[in-house]
């Protein structure tokens, strides 16, 4: 089944621990976004990346990385976590960029206390 | 003032009846998503479209690019189509899309 997977799913953590969000498609796209959601702000994109190897700062980056070593896979990383990061997360992807269909994953809630 | 401007923000139906949800832009655009996200979270593509009118089913989506305006239809409107819809333009000559804040759609039996 074509999907894009995020793990985890929930996650609570404290203020500077570090933690990885996952994010994996097996539609051999080459484009993979990160997205946060927040009540009243709607989506922002955090980071992206046209293909392995390649990404770009999206409208809200600070204190987030990522990295695409590999076309499926496409982590965000938050190296020293604060309470204004948490949000709910959505992984994208799509076959070449934004002139096609966007599939997103289920989604991760992170809760920094 | 916003790129993107959805209205109505909330919405209440009868099922059966006809809905429009609409969407304008202030920015040039290569493309437009329009995306359903269900109450428990998941965000799905509903359409994608850069000219003209497309059909899936129920749902119609249309573009007017000279008016910087969208439309998404939904016809004999259902309880599942309870949903926040989301309309996100593609700015033109970016890698980014210009999420509107959404419009949370409820349809009674």
């Known amino acids: 089944e074509a999907q894009v997977t995020q793990n985890p799913r929930y996650l609570i953590t404290v203020t500077g621990k570090k933690l990885t969000v996952t994010c994996s498609q097996n539609?051999?796209?080459?484009?993979m976004s990160w997205y946060r959601q927040d009540p009243g702000l709607g989506l922002r994109q955090i980071y992206y990346?046209?293909?392995?190897?390649?990404?770009d700062k999206g409208d809200v980056p600070e204190g987030y990385k990522v990295s695409r070593k590999e076309k499926r896979n496409f982590p965000l990383i938050l190296e020293s976590p604060s309470p204004n990061q948490t949000s709910l997360y959505f992984c994208?992807?799509?076959?070449?960029?934004?002139?096609?269909?966007?599939?997103f994953g289920p989604g991760t809630r992170l809760t920094v206390l | 003032k916003n790129e993107v401007e959805q209205s109505p923000q909330n919405l209440t139906a009868q099922e059966g009846e006809f809905i429009t949800i609409n969407c304008s832009y202030s920015?040039?655009?290569?493309?437009l998503h329009w995306l359903q996200q269900h109450p428990g979270g998941g965000i799905v593509s509903l359409f994608m479209?850069?000219?003209g009118k497309k059909k899936h089913g129920r749902l119609i989506a249309t573009i007017n690019i000279q008016e910087k305006h969208s439309s998404l239809h939904i016809t004999a409107s259902h309880p599942r189509d309870s949903a926040v819809y989301i309309c996100?333009?593609?700015?033109?000559?970016?890698?980014?899309?210009?999420f509107g804040t959404g419009t949370r759609l409820q349809v009674f039996p």
């Open positions: 994208a992807s799509s076959a070449r960029g934004l002139h096609n269909e966007q599939f």
């Open positions: 539609m051999n796209h080459e484009y």
């Open positions: 990346s046209m293909n392995v190897e390649v990404t």
């Open positions: 920015v040039g655009i290569s493309a």
């Open positions: 479209l850069s000219s």
């Open positions: 996100a333009p593609h700015a033109y000559n970016t890698d980014k899309l210009i």
